[in-house]
């Protein structure tokens, strides 16, 4: 798929009036969000290198943070502090955090990913299709370079 943008000023329309309208091609495809036909949330528009072009937007058309991600995010960096404040067990300190050990242990995991990664879903500029289970493939890879990979997010640059 090839998406095109015209444009005309109408500052001075009898000027430009003869002027070709200004075209741009990005090759792109469109993809469709959940693999059964009654799950489906969407369509996303999808670079060629397969990253998502179609963020999550919210009332002011800016990128909006998918909340299940920022609330997983965040409660393991809070279960992260409080282990390093206190010194206790994994277990003791999620029972005081009114959390499951199971729970804590798996959240304790995304503290590994890189600050882009995490920048890009406190953002919400993360793509729509990325599911806290991609969050948690991703911190199995130590390198940020690899965990940009596998969620498809842009290259970081040294």
């Given at each position: 798929m090839t998406r095109s943008c015209e444009s005309q000023h109408r500052r001075n329309e009898s000027s430009e009036s003869n002027a070709p309208p200004s075209?741009?091609?990005?090759?792109?495809r469109l993809e469709c969000i959940g693999h059964d036909e009654r799950l489906r949330r969407g369509r996303l528009i999808v670079a060629p290198n397969g990253r998502d072009l179609t963020p999550r937007l919210g009332a002011h058309l800016r990128?909006?943070?998918?909340?299940?991600?920022?609330?997983?995010?965040?409660?393991?960096?809070?279960?992260?502090?409080?282990?390093?404040?206190?010194?206790?067990?994994?277990?003791?300190?999620?029972?005081?955090?009114?959390?499951?050990?199971?729970?804590?242990?798996?959240?304790?995991?995304?503290?590994?990913?890189?600050?882009?990664?995490?920048?890009?879903?406190?953002?919400?500029?993360?793509?729509?299709?990325i599911a806290l289970t991609d969050l948690h493939a991703a911190a199995d890879h130590i390198e940020w370079t690899t965990q940009h990979k596998h969620l498809r997010l842009p290259a970081i640059h040294d």
């Amino acid at each position: 798929m090839t998406r095109s943008c015209e444009s005309q000023h109408r500052r001075n329309e009898s000027s430009e009036s003869n002027a070709p309208p200004s075209r741009v091609d990005l090759p792109a495809r469109l993809e469709c969000i959940g693999h059964d036909e009654r799950l489906r949330r969407g369509r996303l528009i999808v670079a060629p290198n397969g990253r998502d072009l179609t963020p999550r937007l919210g009332a002011h058309l800016r990128p909006e943070p998918a909340p299940h991600l920022v609330r997983a995010i965040g409660q393991a960096f809070a279960l992260h502090e409080e282990l390093l404040a206190t010194g206790d067990e994994v277990n003791d300190v999620a029972r005081r955090l009114s959390l499951h050990p199971g729970r804590a242990h798996h959240l304790l995991h995304l503290t590994r990913l890189s600050p882009d990664v995490i920048r890009a879903v406190l953002t919400g500029t993360i793509g729509r299709r990325i599911a806290l289970t991609d969050l948690h493939a991703a911190a199995d890879h130590i390198e940020w370079t690899t965990q940009h990979k596998h969620l498809r997010l842009p290259a970081i640059h040294d």
